[in-house]
């Protein structure tokens, strides 16, 4: 039997207030349809990562909403997390291909969990490439089978990405964050669009008074008295911590008196290449009494995570490839003024000059973290409208309602004998999120059909190539 994982209690009624109404009420509509059904959520990890932090949060909502939802883990050795890595990193573009030997390992570990999984369900939600090939090898059935990869696969290494291909082709869909992500000859027909989402009121997110921030940070060393850069994330090559330490020895030449730098890592079990980042970021660090390194397992966690966010002058997202970047919605829900790389889901977070500056390089990490220093009412006014951005489009509830209207197309083709699948909700053809409250400033025609944007960005995107996104989701807006 493969590992459970324990997870809490959380009703809907618990973000009134915090995310928008609308969402709310049709989210409960919506997961009316759904009462009774078997939903499994299957990842690599419990802990360190956003993966994770998303099924922690979302796995009680679902059974909160009257679905009976699970969340397990698989199992390997670390060879077998060395290979995934590999493979997560050749999705991305790295150039390292795959021998023999890792290519049979990885099957052989995924026929062993695909054993592992003993119980039914009518929906399997598998999250990126460590458990991909289960299905292979425990074979297509009355459950349905949705691969969910979080991953920046825009350029793709070619032999990765057809040899991991293989084992997509017998999915029912397939949810990319960005359509950019989806490769041209994705095997799978049913191909969604669906950002991820922050959860407010995970202790990661929830809010924390002044006094209590400079306590717990002052507690592990830092001075809230000096103004703080910071960056969380894995301690990843494509995170580029590295180039964080230079863009703010850069700005700190900028700038008059001391600044202090925290690289903030979360160590994850699936992650072992995360031990050597770690060790060249702390010899790089090591001269340096105001760079500050911490990790999860040295007792910095999600409520010193919220205390950074919250205590930072600038949050630093400097990503050469990423798939979403929780972090930036996570530091924007704080009204934390953002620099980030213009890489993946990124400036979706930031659309329309929200939340901070997108930058590349270096040189122009360094100019946005002085600048936003030099004006600090300035970088508040930069927060407080990220933190409305993702209070409308990048919070649970939202994230939920996309999951639900994904699930309800699948069921257009395999129903459910106890259900006939309603309407699903309205969806920006750009970036796939829900839209509630339909704005006519973020709409646009075409095709016969008003099709409605979360952003001028986004309706931007469509109005340049509207054939493009229409055919990728034609069922964007009700004629």
């Not at 698989?74 to 291909?97: A, M």
């Not at 060393?221 to 863009?247: E, M």
Request: with cysteine; charged share 25%; hydrophobic share 40%.
């Amino acid at each position: 039997m493969l590992q459970s994982v324990d997870v809490g209690e959380r009703p809907l009624a618990s973000y009134r207030g915090t995310a928008p109404d609308d969402t709310l009420d049709e989210l409960a509509t919506l997961a009316a349809e759904f009462a009774g059904a078997r939903v499994l959520h299957l990842n690599a990890t419990p802990y360190g990562g956003g993966v994770s932090e998303l099924l922690r949060s979302m796995v009680p909502l679902l059974n909160d909403l009257g679905v009976v939802a699970d969340w397990k883990v698989i199992r390997g050795e670390e060879p077998f997390f060395d290979i995934t890595k590999s493979i997560h990193n050749g999705l991305q573009g790295g150039e390292r291909p795959l021998s023999r030997e890792e290519r049979d390992l990885y099957e052989r570990t995924a026929a062993e969990n695909a054993a592992l999984l003993d119980e039914d369900y009518d929906f399997v939600f598998v999250h990126d490439p460590q458990p991909a090939a289960m299905l292979t090898h425990r074979g297509t059935g009355p459950d349905r089978w949705v691969w969910r990869c979080h991953i920046d696969t825009s350029q793709p290494n070619p032999g990765v990405w057809a040899y991991l291909r293989e084992f997509l082709v017998d999915y029912d869909a397939a949810v990319f964050t960005m359509e950019e992500f989806t490769p041209p000859d994705m095997p799978v027909e049913r191909v969604e669009i669906v950002p991820p989402a922050i959860d407010p009121l995970s202790p990661k997110n929830r809010p924390l008074d002044e006094a209590s921030v400079n306590e717990i940070l002052t507690w592990i060393g830092i001075n809230p008295g000096v103004p703080l850069v910071t960056q969380v994330s894995r301690f990843d090559p494509w995170k580029d911590p590295l180039g964080v330490i230079d863009a703010y020895r850069l700005a700190r030449e900028e700038i008059d008196g001391p600044i202090q730098l925290a690289l903030v890592g979360s160590m994850a079990l699936d992650d072992p290449e995360g031990w050597r980042i770690h060790d060249e970021i702390m010899s790089e660090a090591k001269p340096d009494p105001l760079i500050h390194v911490f990790t999860n397992l040295t007792g910095v966690g999600n409520t010193e995570v919220n205390a950074f966010q919250r205590l930072s002058d600038v949050v630093v997202q400097k990503s050469i490839r990423e798939g979403f970047g929780l972090v930036v919605s996570e530091a924007l829900w704080k009204g934390t003024p953002v620099v980030a790389g213009n890489a993946g889901g990124i400036p979706l977070q930031m659309a329309d000059g929200a939340g901070g500056e997108l930058v590349d390089g270096v040189d122009e990490c360094a100019r946005a973290i002085a600048a936003m220093l030099r004006d600090p009412d300035g970088a508040e006014e930069l927060g407080r409208r990220g933190r409305e951005r993702v209070r409308e489009h990048f919070l649970l509830p939202r994230l939920l309602l996309n999951e639900l209207s994904l699930m309800l197309d699948v069921l257009r083709a395999r129903p459910l004998a106890f259900r006939e699948a309603p309407e699903a909700a309205e969806r920006d053809p750009v970036c796939g999120m829900a839209i509630e409250r339909p704005d006519g400033a973020l709409s646009f025609e075409h095709g016969g059909r008003e099709h409605r944007f979360c952003s001028q960005e986004c309706r931007r995107r469509f109005v340049d190539a509207p054939d493009r996104f229409a055919a990728t989701h034609p069922g964007s807006a009700p004629p």
